[in-house]
Structure formats: C-alpha cells, structure tokens
C-alpha cells in the first residue's frame, strides 16, 4: 500500500508524496456518496494526489457498485451471491449464460457493470431456480435442433 511513500513527486519533481486518510467525494447522476477513509498518497509541494493501483482497483468495484445501486442493477456480491446458489464456479455460470467467462470474472469483480437485459436474466435466476433448467445446456439443444434440420 506504501508504493508512493517518500517518493518524489513525479508533477513537480520537488516534493517528498506522503500518505495520508481523506474521505473522497464522488457525484453519479445528481446523487452523491462519500468513500470514507481512503488511502492517498499527496505531494506537500504541488497537492497532486496518487493512488495506489490496489486501492484503485478498490475504488473502482465501489464506484461501479455505487452507480449500479443508482442505475437500479445487481450489485457484484448479489452477482456472486446468485452464481454461489447455483455452486458453479464462475467459468461454468458464465457459459451457461453464454457470456465469456472474462466478462462474467468483471462483473464480479466490479470492473464492468452488466446490462439491463442480463440483469433481468440474473434476477430470475435468483428467485426461480428452476428457471435454470430453461438455459442450462442450451448449446447441446441448439445442436439437436440444428442436427435436426439437417435430417
Ligand atoms: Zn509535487
């Protein structure tokens, strides 16, 4: 978490960056929220701040999540809540949902926020676990179908 620590300021090549704790404000469509108690890295010189790419990383999965819960989506736990109830590891869940399993992995990890279309989809997934039985295997049916038309 240090990587900046007692580093000299790459913006004014003349401060010494510190790290310090500061609550950082974020605004999506009108609605506000606050991160509290981040981890900054700032240059007592020129105030450029720095973060570090892990806590980025953390920032980002709060920002997505954030705008999911504003925009009415899933947010990345109750993604991997529901993909948990099915106990499929994600390459599998992702399949079943044909989407790619790098896809799946970020919306997870809260690199990318899904789409409405398979919000719904994971949402009745949720409350009707039958429902699985709809999709699941569906590329084996696809080839009976296909096999079926070439007959
Ligand atoms: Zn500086």
Redesign the pocket.
């Known amino acids: 978490m240090n990587v900046y620590n007692k580093m000299l300021?790459?913006?004014?090549?003349?401060?010494q960056?510190e790290s310090c704790i500061q609550d950082l404000p974020f605004e999506y469509k009108g609605k506000k929220t606050v991160l509290p108690d981040q981890i900054i890295f700032k240059?007592?010189?020129?105030?450029?701040t720095f973060i570090s790419p892990e806590n980025e990383r953390n920032i980002d999965k709060y920002l997505i999540d954030e705008r999911r819960k504003i925009d009415g989506l899933l947010t990345s736990d109750e993604i991997k809540a529901i993909r948990k109830q099915y106990g499929m590891t994600q390459t599998a869940f992702a399949k079943m949902l044909r989407v790619a399993a790098k896809t799946f992995a970020r919306y997870e990890n809260g690199q990318v926020a899904q789409s409405y279309a398979m919000d719904n989809l994971l949402r009745i997934l949720r409350k009707f676990p039958d429902a699985i039985s709809a999709i699941s295997n569906i590329e084996t049916k696809i080839k009976n179908a296909a096999t079926a038309l070439s007959a």
């Open positions: 300021c790459s913006v004014c090549e003349s401060g960056i240059c007592p010189e020129c105030a450029e």
